[in-house]
Each structure stands twice: as structure tokens, then as C-alpha cells.
């Protein structure tokens, strides 16, 4: 069974940080890149990261480039995401993703195409 296990969303001031882990089992990480997405309320869901399956490459969705850092460990099977100067704009449900494909592409525009999904982390940000 495949399983995506987020963790570390929690509430934090504006131009504070969080890092948010995501721990995979039953699943072989290192063939497929992994994509960050959140959902804030009545908004739809959002691609903000993603890191490809050797994790030479990554790409963010503009408004989080130069503060949030994509990571990930193949070998303890964990990809991470790293937030900075956080903004109440950021609160959302954070979810990671593995994509069906090696490459990040364009893929952040359609969450369709990726497969399993984790369960979500909250992540609040106070003004």
C-alpha cells in the first residue's frame, strides 16, 4: 500500500518558517519527481513546487520563488519542503504528490497527473 505522510504544518507569525516533510512507504521514490501543492479555502488547489526524481532540477510556482526550497532524501524515502519569510497568503493545506512521470515539465499546472497524495498538512500564518 502506498502511503504519503505529511508533517511540520503548524502555525506560524508572517517572516517566520516551517519545513514540512513528507515520508513515503510502499512506493519506490526514486523514480518519480514529487510535487508540493495547498488548498486555502474556497480556492482551488495550487502547484507549488516540484523536484525531479534525481533532484537536479526543481521549479516553483512564482510566488513562493527565493522563499521556499525544495528537497528530498531517496534514501530515507523523505521530501521536504522548505518555507521562508512566510505570508498570510501561504495558509493552506499543504499536500506533497508523486507525479506518474521522472520530469517536473509543466506538471505543477495539472495535479491530475499526478497519483498518490498524502493527506495534508495545515499551515497558518498570522499577520
Known amino acids: 500500500e502506498v502511503q504519503l505522510v505529511e508533517s511540520g504544518g503548524g502555525l506560524v507569525q508572517a517572516g517566520g518558517s516551517l519545513r514540512l516533510s513528507c515520508a513515503f512507504s510502499?512506493?519506490?521514490?526514486?523514480?518519480?519527481?514529487i510535487g508540493w501543492f495547498r488548498q486555502a479555502p474556497g480556492k482551488e488547489r495550487e502547484g507549488v513546487s516540484c523536484i525531479t526524481s534525481s533532484g537536479s532540477s526543481t521549479g516553483y510556482v512564482d510566488s513562493v520563488k527565493g522563499r521556499f526550497t525544495i528537497s528530498r532524501d531517496n534514501a530515507k524515502k523523505t521530501v521536504y519542503l522548505q518555507m521562508t519569510n512566510l505570508k498570510p497568503e501561504d495558509t493552506a493545506v499543504y499536500f506533497c504528490?508523486?507525479?506518474?512521470?521522472?520530469?517536473?515539465?509543466?506538471?505543477?499546472?495539472?495535479?491530475?497527473?499526478?497519483?498518490?497524495w498524502g493527506q495534508g498538512a495545515q499551515v497558518t500564518v498570522s499577520s
Open positions: 504528490a508523486t507525479s506518474a512521470y521522472s520530469l517536473c515539465s509543466n506538471s505543477l499546472r495539472f495535479p491530475g497527473s499526478y497519483t498518490y
Open positions: 510502499g512506493f519506490t521514490l526514486d523514480d518519480y519527481a
